[in-house]
């Protein structure tokens, strides 16, 4: 069922037969097909959601358009932190891109699973240490870097998942116009 999130939880701490199967009696598998949302737009997000297999897309929309903030390959985990832990709306959208299986667990299960299993409890801190980590070197790239060292960094850090996106999803999470990318693409193939 969930055994790619829960091998990954046990390569963070080892886990017991008995915590393994604690997580497996809540985890739930979902499917999704490709284009479709997943979960409620401006609903609180209830749930850590774990990708299996295919791509999601998280992103936010503005009134001009849909700005993408991070995209989820498989082997990667995702909640909205300020939802899930205040309860208020989300303003993140998750989208798979591919047709895409997806294992959830609730929040309220989760925080049972923290107070009767301590290793999972330490997993969950060190995938939000991980998480926080994420959002702060994405934070510096943006701020930091030119548009052709983001792009050239995304191709060196995940070479597989560029060539998995549309451009103009790509050139959205780059902070790039989709012709400004084309560009950079252009000059790198040169």
Not at 47 to 63: A, D, K, Q
Not at 166 to 179: C, I, V
């Amino acid at each position: 069922m969930s055994f790619a999130a829960l091998d990954h939880l046990s390569h963070l701490v080892p886990l017991t037969e008995q915590e393994q199967e604690a997580w497996l009696a809540v985890a739930r598998v979902v499917k999704v097909r490709a284009k479709a949302p997943l979960g409620k737009p401006d609903a609180p997000r209830t749930n850590l959601t774990f990708v299996n297999s295919g791509l999601l897309r998280v992103y936010f929309l503005t009134e001009a358009s849909e700005r993408t903030c991070r995209f989820l390959p498989e082997g990667s985990w995702y909640t909205d932190f300020e939802s899930f832990a205040t309860g208020a709306p989300s303003r993140e959208h998750l989208q798979a891109l591919e047709d895409s299986e997806v294992v959830q667990v609730e929040k309220a299960d989760l925080e049972e699973l923290y107070r009767q299993h301590p290793n999972l409890e330490r997993a969950g801190r060190l995938l939000t240490e991980s998480a926080l980590v994420e959002i702060h070197r994405r934070n510096q790239m943006l701020t930091l870097e030119s548009p052709e060292a983001r792009y050239e960094r995304l191709c060196e850090e995940s070479p597989g998942l560029v060539n998995r996106l549309p451009q103009y999803y790509l050139a959205s999470f780059l902070n790039l116009r989709p012709e400004s990318l084309s560009r950079i693409r252009k000059r790198r193939r040169s």
